[in-house]
């Protein structure tokens, strides 16, 4: 919590912050907006500013609860286990996952990992019988994890460091005439990029999530100890890539990602070839990272799709659009990833 109110504006804030102290670190700057963007509303959806697969179609969450109930019933369904959702926005996936679930006998615990008490509400509605957590330490010890999470860790603050002519420094966040603008830090960050990594020609920038990091370290954790397994969705890459992949959307525009803190939605693409070894270090299974489009239709998005409309002839062309949008190429379909995290000794999964 910063030390201004919450009726302070943002800008305000980080404006005298900035011209009083210097520049304040990218991830400051990402977690200060992100936390008051969705402390303040309901961004999902036709209305708000962006939308999300379980937003698009219930297909994308029952898809999901199926795959989750077959790990659990050919894992010996453990009569105690925990359905944990990070970020669960409106509640959506959950209510469509738990729903196909329950037809083949799965009634976890629900535990939702959510900060904003806003979203808290929407939940509520969705999900009567979750049980609400700030983080994941409060998460119970014992019986099996069954964990997902869906467009969360873009949202976590990324921190960058950029080469210039005198070396490695930080990604900062200045002022340039009462406006925003990325500047390079005052302190050699040298020693924080990897040596094969040193020589990069001026310009480059490395973009690192230590809040991902941490997140995959202690869900992997969890799953060691407890069993269960782990789905995480969000748009990224499986090979480490360069550049800043930081963006903002307001209303399903992309805007400068300084222009407006905490009135857009601030995300970074997701890194998953950094968060694999992560898991695995704890002796975690890595089940491997593939595109969703890839994951859906193994699963049976496209029996799905038909056996809805044969049902609802007059919702067919609105099912395809939705099917599509989930697994085109063009779509959400290659760019969206699905990495999946087993504990040792559970079965080998659908979809991987
Ligand atoms: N999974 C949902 C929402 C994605 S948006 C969907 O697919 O529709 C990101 C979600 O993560 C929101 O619910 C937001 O409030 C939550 N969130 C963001 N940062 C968080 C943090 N540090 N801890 C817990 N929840 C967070």
Redesign the pocket.
Do not use: I
């Given at each position: 919590m910063s030390a201004a109110t919450a009726a302070d504006p943002l800008e305000a804030i980080f404006q005298r912050l900035i011209a009083n102290h210097g520049p304040i670190s990218l991830a400051h700057y990402i977690g200060e907006s992100?936390?008051r963007y969705?402390a303040a509303k309901d961004?999902?959806g036709a209305g708000g500013d962006f939308i999300?697969?379980?937003?698009i179609s219930q297909m994308f969450g029952e898809l999901i609860g199926l795959w989750l109930a077959d790990m659990w019933i050919r894992a010996g369904r453990k009569e105690l286990v925990h359905y944990v959702?990070?970020?669960?926005?409106?509640g959506?996936?959950a209510r469509d996952a738990l729903g196909a679930a329950r037809r083949y006998g799965l009634e976890p615990k629900v535990h939702f990992?959510?900060?904003?008490t806003e979203?808290k509400d929407v939940q509520l509605a969705a999900v009567p019988s979750a049980i609400w957590h700030?983080?994941l330490s409060t998460i119970p010890l014992y019986g099996p994890v069954l964990l997902i999470?869906?467009?969360?860790l873009d949202?976590?603050p990324v921190r960058q460091l950029v080469k210039t002519a005198g070396g490695w420094r930080e990604r900062m966040v200045g002022l340039d005439r009462g406006s925003f603008v990325p500047v390079a830090g005052a302190q050699p960050m040298d020693a924080a990029v990897p040596e094969a990594r040193r020589d990069a020609p001026e310009g480059t920038i490395i973009e690192t999530c230590p809040?991902a990091a941490a997140v995959v370290y202690e869900v992997a954790g969890r799953l060691v100890e407890q069993g269960g397994a782990a789905l995480f969705i969000d748009y990224g890459h499986d090979a480490p890539r360069d550049g800043s992949s930081l963006q903002a959307v307001h209303r399903h525009r992309k805007v400068d990602p300084f222009a407006m803190p905490g009135a857009a939605?601030l995300t970074a693409h997701v890194d998953f070839s950094a968060l694999a070894p992560i898991a695995q270090s704890r002796g975690c299974r890595w089940l491997g990272t593939v595109p969703q489009g890839l994951f859906l239709r193994s699963l049976g998005i496209e029996a799905r799709t038909e056996a809805l409309a044969a049902q609802a002839p007059q919702h067919a062309a609105a099912l395809a659009a939705a099917r599509d949008r989930l697994i085109g190429e063009g779509q959400m379909g290659l760019l969206f990833k699905v990495m999946g995290l087993a504990a040792p000794g559970w079965p080998e999964p659908a979809g991987f």
């Open positions: 992100n936390a969705y961004p999902f999300t697969a379980p937003e959702e990070l970020g669960p926005g409106r959506t996936l990992v959510e900060t904003s979203l700030h983080d999470a869906n467009e969360f949202a976590l809040g939605d």
